[in-house]
């Protein structure tokens, strides 16, 4: 399960920040910082009517169902690199992956990825045990050979992930560990662009041998980027008017966009990695979790149709978390079960 940008859920939102958002200039802000802080007001996204996300589009009370967080010390990540990647792309998402950690000797500055994983490390099992600040990406495995075609279904992801297992030394890590399937652009999955960007759930023993929480996010750059990679991307049916696709932090509309995807995916399967811990509704096979809640929303003054007030660099790209390595992303916000809104570390409050 993962999240979910139902048409229900995004008006909702729209309603709750409308009075913030009519009192934010669309333009760029004339604060006296650098880089500047503008808040455009976007185009609604194409196929506004399906789901970015899986999930219920029900917004009820955000609970603890008894199941466990990530707590361990540190999260070991295990990347499934499936199609043919390019090794910047390869680096950019490890970097993003790395500059969770608050340990990293080579710290971001602020407003930065560890402080925006911050939010998630408040979520805590019935130990009282929080979401690990810590993540290292322990392994990874490149499936060149597309062992399962260049089309998958949501049963076939977790054969990949068998695949990979069974390739030594790739392990099994089921206490500290979990999986991410990375599709190339030239892979298409079951669901993907039509109803979803990116998924997070757990493997069957039947098919791995083992329960194992896994996340599955695609690479939208030829196939979708102006569904999976907005606001990088805009559909071509709008031409000229109104603001154009901002400019994604790292050049790459494909990766950039599925960056903020593994964002959201990592913060759930955190909270939530066997579906019985954090999440919204009745329904654990429709969950709506904590960056379902957020899906949209980038800064200060978001919703109305406006992300929020984020940063452009002197070259015009867009971001508003700092990583490692002088890196810069733009990733949503997430629930705060301390604040009950949405938070994120460059919030002007």
Not at 244 to 267: C, F, K, Q, T, Y
């Amino acid at each position: 399960m993962s999240m979910s940008m139902s048409s229900s859920l995004f008006f909702l939102f729209l309603f709750a920040h409308s009075a913030i958002a009519a009192a934010t200039a669309p333009t760029v802000q004339t604060l006296t910082t650098s880089p500047s802080l503008f808040n455009p007001k976007l185009p609604p996204r194409a196929l506004s009517s399906s789901k970015k996300f899986e999930g219920s589009s029900d917004l009820v009370h955000l609970r603890y169902h008894m199941g466990p967080v990530l707590s361990s010390n540190p999260i070991n990540i295990y990347l499934i690199w499936y199609g043919r990647w390019a090794l910047p792309q390869k680096l950019l998402i490890k970097d993003f992956l790395l500059s969770i950690s608050t340990t990293d000797l080579r710290a971001a500055p602020s407003p930065s990825v560890a402080e925006w994983w911050r939010t998630v490390s408040l979520y805590t099992d019935q130990t009282g045990a929080n979401v690990s600040r810590s993540v290292v990406v322990a392994g990874e495995h490149a499936d060149l050979k597309y062992s399962h075609g260049n089309h998958l279904t949501r049963l076939s992801v977790q054969q990949v992930i068998a695949n990979a297992v069974r390739s030594a030394p790739f392990p099994v890590d089921h206490k500290h560990g979990i999986y991410l399937i990375l599709t190339s652009e030239d892979v298409t999955v079951q669901d993907f662009c039509r109803a979803v960007c990116g998924f997070h759930y757990f493997t069957f023993p039947s098919m791995v041998g083992y329960t194992l929480p896994y996340a599955w996010i695609g690479n939208s750059g030829k196939q979708c980027p102006e569904v999976c990679a907005y606001p990088f991307a805009l559909p071509a049916y709008m031409g000229g008017g109104g603001p154009g696709a901002l400019s994604p932090p790292n050049r790459d509309v494909g990766v950039d966009g599925m960056i903020s995807v593994i964002g959201h995916e990592l913060a759930e399967l955190a909270s939530n990695p066997l579906v019985n811990a954090w999440y919204a509704g009745e329904d654990p096979t429709a969950p709506t979790e904590i960056g379902d809640l957020c899906e949209g929303l980038y800064g200060s003054g978001g919703g109305g149709g406006y992300i929020g007030q984020v940063m452009k660099d002197g070259e015009g790209r867009t971001f508003n978390v700092n990583g490692r390595k002088g890196r810069k992303f733009l990733v949503q916000w997430l629930w705060s079960p301390e604040l009950k809104a949405c938070s994120g570390p460059n919030a002007l409050d």
